[in-house]
């Protein structure tokens, strides 16, 4: 069967460290995958997204890889800071015209 | 750019009312809209999908004549819950894509229904 799993449900790390967060899959070949924020209560922001065909994506701290061949996407957060506290989403997509299909999320604790 | 609202952000009801739930795109045109249910610590499960002007395309194991969706244009979808039941409690949440394709979406706030 198809699955998407984020693997830790929950994640705590000092302040200043970097946050991986991990998101594998099964039986799915996804043309692109997409990492979230979610803050409780409220609706998910978009982040990244990485194509099968890109193996690394950084924004400003962040920061995606995507291997194909492990099934999996990396998603780090340098320099954590407490307000990066939230939970993350990692979402794929088969091609442009299926729809996303979410993993559960981890959140995540930046204790300062 | 690309900011989502719903309306309310939260609603208490008894069983057997109807609830309405609004999502508007404020800033662009929506070609696509899209509905997700979220419970507590589960993934975001997409309900349907509208385009406007026609009608919503619905995933499988989700009740049309429950979850009434109409999409009146191009920047407002609306939910109606029919008939609530506490079972239907959950974070409902909206998001908008300014293609017909499912890769950027821009989401709104959720809605918090509570059914009593």
């Known amino acids: 069967s198809q699955k998407i799993e984020q693997n830790s449900e929950a994640l705590n790390i000092q302040e200043g460290k970097t946050a991986t967060l991990t998101c594998n899959y099964t039986?799915?070949?996804?043309?692109?995958l997409q990492w979230y924020r979610q803050d409780p209560g409220r609706g998910p922001v978009f982040l990244l997204l990485?194509?099968?065909?890109?193996k690394e994506k950084r924004k400003e701290r962040l920061k995606v890889t995507f291997d194909t061949t492990l099934k999996q996407s990396l998603f780090h957060i340098t320099a954590s800071q407490p307000a990066d506290s939230a939970t993350y989403l990692c979402?794929?997509?088969?091609?442009?015209?299926?729809?996303?299909?979410f993993g559960k999320g981890t959140r995540l604790s930046v204790i300062a | 750019g690309a900011v989502v609202s719903q309306h309310p952000s939260w609603v208490i009801c008894k069983s057997g009312t109807s609830v309405k739930i609004e999502c508007r795109s404020l800033?662009?045109?929506?070609?696509?809209m899209f509905w997700y249910r979220q419970f507590p610590k589960q993934s975001l499960m997409l309900m349907a999908t509208s385009n406007e002007g026609s009608k919503a395309t619905y995933e499988q194991g989700v009740e049309k004549d429950k979850f009434l969706i109409n999409h009146a244009s191009l920047t407002l979808s609306t939910l109606t819950v029919t008939s609530a039941h506490p079972e239907d409690s959950s974070f409902y949440i909206c998001?908008?894509?300014?293609?017909?394709?499912?890769?950027?979406?821009?989401f709104g706030p959720g809605t918090r229904l509570t059914v009593l």
């Open positions: 990485i194509r099968e065909n890109e």
């Open positions: 979402a794929l997509a088969p091609d442009l015209n299926t729809p996303l299909v």
């Open positions: 998001s908008a894509s300014k293609t017909s394709g499912y890769n950027e979406q821009f």
């Open positions: 039986n799915y070949s996804p043309a692109y």
């Open positions: 800033d662009f045109q929506a070609t696509t």
